[in-house]
């Protein structure tokens, strides 16, 4: 590990903690504040996409410029294409069991609560299949690189412990999408974020859990269209 990281000071920490966690939630927030502007769905969601994409800009910026340190703390590990693949391949898998499992959980104890935001979208999505891969690529790019690359790590070097780490980022993901307003929208990115978080610590390559999110979202949205 980078000698600069074992001398951050707990304060610095917590303060990049907050910010990865304000600032994707300001830009969610913001895509509230420009409906009254009487702008049509379409292009409201467009915008609100974009503002994802500038909170990861502002907290690349904060950890080059403020902290002095890389945005991804734990260097990339390089695979081979069979080794990328297969890991690709064991976090999916992984994925689907974790999200099937808690799927018949969710069934037993009857959370069916339907999210008219998320309606709303598959609406715009079945209007626009380039709005919907516009959105599965903003989804596993921006998520991953500030929730696994940058928080996990983080919260690792605050905690001294990767246990609460995992679980500490993986409700905080869950968090970010209470505005779809259900319990069921919350539980299911924390058991996503388990296994992202989990398979992180295991591979310390960002690239498979991107293009894990991006297919994952994907395979999700176009079936539900």
Known sequence: MLNILNSTKKPALIISIILSVLLPVLAMYFS???KKLGIDNETQFYISRFTIWISLLLLYLYAIKIEKQPFLLWKETNYTFSEFAKALFITFVKLFLAVYITGLLIMLFKITAESAVLQKALALFKKSYFLLFFTCVTAGITEELIFRGYLLPRLELLFKNKIPAIITSS????????????LLNVIGPIVIGLVFAIQYEKYRN???LIICHFLWDLFLLMAKT
């Open 206 to 208: 960002i690239k498979i």
């Open 32 to 34: 509230l504040l420009i």
């Open 171 to 182: 409700i905080l993901f869950g968090l970010l999408h209470i505005g779809y307003g259900t």
